[in-house]
């Protein structure tokens, strides 16, 4: 019985826990470490010795078994879906009163990569508010070109750049530009997923062939020039979402961006300054908002620098490690 879901896994020898810790071990005898970074839980088989080996850890946390509950959910669309939910809540069930609060509890720190990702973790396990700081993810700056409205085309590109799931709100995003006060308006598609030849035929039957182009899936290093080449970021996301780093990479290309309120997008778009969040609930007030856009290029502009400052004052991988390591020192010191 004590195998049941995993939950005796500890006491299997082979199991991965035990076999990670011993090979952590015999680098830590060769040259004793300070301190590890949990990237998962794959780091609690070193987080359960971490006394016996005298380290601290800190750890990262980029969701909550909610959160993850909750996305899995919304991609349930048939029967076969429909079955798979049985194991896969009963496994998130295990995790959200094991191996998450383990993880959390039992790290000295935790990072969390939004707001949002920090206050589920903290309902979700119980955990010292002190405990759990937030650093953002960073990219390193790519080189921008200044946007001049004077220089804009007549018509603008709206750029997604994500799943092409239902969840994702690729379908609303659809609809939206199917409105006639998009008319100068195209968009760009990038990505993949398995409601891409779905949302291919739903855009043809609006009669959008010549407005949305689909990329599919690019190089990640070709992402940002595209970005660059675009006017407007959207993500008309309807799940939880930690942190989005294509969030930064369009403020990045100098892009302001239209999203629905959903997780830590908050973290990185500043409503009414850097684009604008809408409420995922009203499809009406992300198509609302986007017209404001739409209808003003000079707003395009001043909103796409705001963004860019944005994305330089805080969303550099150099403000993202110096933030690591004020967090290691103080972990350090206790």
Do not use: C
């Amino acid at each position: 019985m004590g195998m049941i879901l995993g939950f005796g896994g500890r006491l299997d020898k082979n199991n991965w826990l035990n076999k990670s810790y011993e090979v952590f071990q015999k680098y830590h005898e060769k040259d004793k470490y300070d301190l590890v970074l949990g990237q998962s839980s794959a780091a609690l088989g070193i987080i359960f010795k971490k006394h016996d080996l005298n380290i601290r850890v800190v750890s990262i946390a980029h969701g909550s078994i909610i959160g993850e509950l909750k996305t899995y959910y919304k991609e349930v669309y048939n029967i076969s879906d429909y079955l798979k939910t049985v194991s896969n809540t009963a496994f998130a069930i295990k995790n959200f009163f094991t191996r998450q609060r383990e993880y959390v509890l039992g790290s000295d720190k935790i990072i969390a990569v939004s707001n949002a990702v920090k206050n589920a973790l903290i309902d979700e396990t119980f955990s010292p508010v002190e405990k759990v700081v937030v650093i953002h993810n960073g990219i390193n700056p790519p080189e921008v070109e200044y946007k001049n409205t004077n220089n804009m085309r007549e018509s603008l590109n709206l750029i997604y750049v994500g799943k092409m799931i239902k969840s994702k709100g690729v379908f609303n995003m659809i609809d939206i530009i199917s409105d006639q006060r998009f008319a100068n308006v195209k968009l760009i598609m990038v990505g993949d997923g398995r409601d891409f030849k779905q949302l291919e035929s739903y855009s043809n039957s609006k009669k959008l062939t010549e407005k949305i182009v689909y990329y599919g899936n690019i190089p990640s290093e070709k992402v940002i020039p595209l970005m660059q080449r675009s006017d407007i970021f959207v993500m008309p996301t309807l799940r939880f979402e930690g942190f989005p780093m294509t969030l930064v990479e369009a403020m990045f290309a100098g892009l302001p961006v239209v999203a629905n309120n959903m997780g830590g997008i908050s973290d990185a778009v500043v409503n009414g300054e850097t684009g604008f969040l809408a409420d995922p609930a009203n499809l009406n007030d992300f198509k609302e908002k986007l017209l404001k856009l739409v209808s003003n290029k000079e707003l395009v502009r001043e909103m796409g620098l705001k963004a860019l400052e944005r994305a330089k004052n805080e969303f550099t991988t150099d403000t993202m490690i110096n933030k690591y390591e004020l967090v290691f020192d103080e972990v350090l010191k206790k």
